[in-house]
């Protein structure tokens, strides 16, 4: 595998090849950072939005709405695509206890 970082040290690609060293133009997963800026204030950009697929399919990690998960950054869901937003299907849902260590999910 080979990898690329944006300008913050966050893996943006990651390449993969099973049969010899890994690089651009192989089949790749991208890691997409949020880029939102609410109130004019960048804050959400170390966490990761969503993911893409080498089939080219986006998958999107939400951290919550102004709970604890929010404030954190910690990812409360993996959820679907709806036309380039979370849709309501959800993957895979998160609880964190009190030390922050991932609790029971579904």
């Known amino acids: 595998m080979a990898y690329t970082y944006n300008g913050l ?3 943006t690609t990651e390449y ?13 997963v ?3 950072p949020d880029d939102t800026a609410p109130g004019g204030e960048y804050t ?3 966490r990761l939005k969503r993911l893409r697929y080498p089939n080219g399919r986006y998958v999107h990690c939400t ?7 929010d404030v954190l ?3 409360a869901a993996i959820r679907n695509d709806n036309a380039g937003s979370p849709g309501a299907t959800v993957f895979a849902a998160y609880t964190y206890d009190g ?8």
């Open 63 to 69: 951290c919550g709405d102004g709970d604890a998960n």
């Open 9 to 11: 040290g966050m893996l």
């Open 16 to 28: 993969q090849d099973h049969a010899a060293a890994a690089g651009p133009g192989d089949p790749s």
């Open 73 to 75: 950054s910690r990812v």
């Open 99 to 106: 030390a922050g260590r991932v609790g029971s999910g579904r």
């Open 30 to 32: 991208q890691y997409d």
């Open 44 to 46: 959400d950009g170390m």
